[in-house]
Nanobody
Framework: QVHVVESGGGLVQPGGSLRLSCAVS????????IGWFRQAPGKEREGVSC????????YYADSVKGRFTISRDNAKNTVYLQMNSLKPEDTAVYYC???????????????????????WGQGTQVTVSS
């Protein structure tokens, strides 16, 4: 059974940085994608970024491109989301999500389509405020 556990949220001032971590376990092959969705109060969940464990390709939503970087440490089975130049509109609960449907995951992140499947973590709060 697949499990994902996030950590690293918190309160940061605008322009600051945070790094989220997601430990993943339970996959029996490398054919999956893992990344982050977020949900702000009163808004729909949106894809933020994902990385393919299969070939290492990375994908980002337009709203975070150039500010956020996703990476992975295979030895630790951990994925990181480095968030720089944070804005108040980045305030949300961030969820680590893993799914074997790589194409669908990519579309969800790049095109903003819903992501109803996959394994979701419990979420970690990121608040950007002065």
């Amino acid at each position: 059974q697949v499990h994902v556990v996030e950590s690293g949220g918190g309160l940061v001032q605008p322009g600051g940085s945070l790094r989220l971590s997601c430990a993943v376990s339970g996959f029996t092959s490398d054919y999956y994608a893992i990344g982050w969705f977020r949900q702000a109060p009163g808004k729909e969940r949106e894809g933020v970024s994902c990385i393919s464990a299969y070939d290492g390709s990375t994908y980002y939503a337009d709203s975070v491109k150039g500010r956020f970087t996703i990476s992975r440490d295979n030895a630790k089975n951990t994925v990181y989301l480095q968030m720089n130049s944070l804005k108040p509109e980045d305030t949300a609960v961030y969820y680590c999500v893993a799914d074997v449907n790589i194409p669908k995951y990519i579309v969800a992140v790049v095109a903003g389509t819903p992501m109803a499947h996959g394994t979701w973590g419990q979420g970690t709060q990121v608040t950007v405020s002065s």
